[in-house]
């Protein structure tokens, strides 16, 4: 049976979801992060003006993403209408 084009997506992950090794590497990152040991590390090396090393930056990129850049402007949604039919998201 050959690939046809045109065919409906059959099996496999869904668009958009992480692999097994991201869902790791975040797991371990997150607990890492949460270890009582390392919060009181780091207390400590904040307090004393120690800077953090970049293997933390990207520990805690890995746990809970990448900030959003404030400059980068994004899409939004427009507001659904009321249910009396005014559009308060026009009132600006």
């Not at 997150?30 to 090396?45: G, H, M, S």
Request: avoid cysteine.
């Amino acid at each position: 049976m050959a690939f046809e084009e045109g065919h409906k997506k059959v099996g496999g992950r869904k668009k958009g979801s992480l692999n097994k090794a991201t869902r790791l590497a975040q797991k371990l990152a997150q607990n890492i992060l949460t270890d009582e040991k390392y919060l009181k590390a780091l207390r400590e090396r904040m307090i004393d003006d120690q800077p953090s090393e970049r293997i933390e930056e990207m520990l805690w990129k890995y746990a809970f993403g990448t900030p959003r850049d404030p400059n980068v402007p994004r899409s939004r949604r427009p507001a659904p209408p009321s249910v009396d039919g005014d559009d308060e998201s026009r009132s600006e």
